[in-house]
């Protein structure tokens, strides 16, 4: 269930997207493309400006948090008024991550000061993830920084966590 503190935020987001693309959201992993879509089109009617980032950030943040948990299962930790600080703990492996600076890395195409996008595992899973992660084919900078970007990266995490975690299990047996 989506927290009280998160519903508006994905609300406004669906009506952002709807309003400019005449689109409806639904949570699935293929409407990130639509999201990815109105971030080039609001990001390029000139230099987003911080307030704006600091109102659709979030929003779309919620939005891509939400099709996370669709697809994933896992919940919300978003206890605080500061919604660059909420991230989402996922039930498919022990990961999680800050879809608020996620997306505002997506609004901006960088790095982005004052939000966390990364995401995390088990200090003993971190190392294996990284190195697996690693080896992974190059992505261009605009599709790294794209939701649907993102999103890829956590399935393919989440992969990688699970067949870690199956390799431990199979050496106990």
């Known amino acids: 269930m989506t927290p009280a503190s ?5 609300d406004a987001a669906c009506n952002y997207v709807e309003r400019a693309l005449k689109v409806k959201l ?10 990815d879509h109105y971030i080039t089109e609001t990001a390029s009617t ?3 400006k911080p307030e704006v980032l600091a109102l659709v950030a979030p929003a779309l943040g919620a939005y891509f948090g939400e099709v996370a948990i669709a697809r994933f299962g896992g919940k919300w930790i978003a206890d605080g008024a500061d919604p660059a600080k909420w ?6 492996a022990p990961l999680w ?4 600076g996620m997306a505002a890395e997506a609004l901006r195409g960088d790095e982005v000061d004052g939000y966390d996008a990364s995401f995390a595992t088990r200090t003993d899973l971190m190392g294996p993830l990284l190195e697996a992660l690693e080896s992974a084919p190059p992505v261009d900078e605009k599709y790294y920084y794209s939701l649907t970007g993102r999103f890829e990266t956590l399935t393919h995490a989440l992969d990688v966590l699970a ?11």
Do not use: G, H, M
């Not at 998160?6 to 994905?10: A, E, H, I, L, S």
């Not at 067949?163 to 047996?173: F, T, V, W």
């Open 97 to 100: 991550f800050f879809p608020v």
């Open 163 to 173: 067949e870690i975690e199956r390799r431990k299990r199979d050496k106990l047996n």
């Open 6 to 10: 998160v519903q508006p935020f994905y």
């Open 87 to 92: 991230r989402i703990e996922l039930e498919a």
């Open 26 to 35: 639904d949570r699935s992993e293929e409407s990130l493309a639509y999201v």
């Open 46 to 48: 000139d230099a987003l």
